[in-house]
């Protein structure tokens, strides 16, 4: 089993509580937007850091993290990509993929809108944390924490952070 910690759209807002709420996690991902290098290098030296980049992140972090993530973690594949749109209206720049080869979780983020929801025509669960930096039209911070074992997703918490100052 593995414990997942997620968040996106932190635009360089560094939160210690990140670090307190993803604890007990064995991974910590990014659905982009990270702002900074310094903020990944953070999250990443507390606990291993997968992360896409997002719309707003530089060379420094593009060069460093893809645009698009496949990987596979405790017999479930995962794809990650920053601008991905929710099931029903995908994004046009990874809709092809999703429907050639949908992955057991697709992970998003961009809209800053937490939304967790089950696509019935692809059988993949998809994941928006939200935002968990202050800039945005976004009234609540929040991440999502949860496990991964054989193949199923459990335990799914919602953390929402102080509202934006």
């Known amino acids: 089993m593995k414990r ?65 993530a496949r990987f596979s973690v405790e017999g479930a594949e995962v794809l990650m990509k920053h601008i991905g749109g929710y099931p029903g209206n995908y994004d046009r720049s990874i809709v092809g993929t999703l429907m050639v080869r949908p ?7 961009h809209s800053h809108i937490l939304k967790v929801k089950f696509d019935k025509t692809l059988n993949m669960l998809h994941i928006n944390p939200g935002a968990a930096g202050i800039y945005g039209f976004h009234q609540v911070r929040t991440m999502v924490r949860f496990s991964i074992e054989n193949g199923q997703f459990k ?6 952070l102080a509202d934006k100052d």
């Open 103 to 109: 992955p057991q979780l697709f992970i998003s983020g």
């Open 4 to 68: 997942i910690g997620l968040l996106s759209d932190t635009h360089a807002y560094w939160d210690d509580r990140y670090l307190k709420y993803f604890e007990e996690c064995d991974e910590i991902w990014h659905a982009g937007d990270i702002g900074s290098l310094e903020l990944a290098e953070r999250l990443d030296a507390f606990r291993p850091l997968r992360a896409v980049y997002g719309n707003i992140d530089g060379q420094e972090v593009r060069l460093r993290y893809p645009q698009t």
């Open 155 to 160: 335990d799914m918490e919602v953390i929402e």
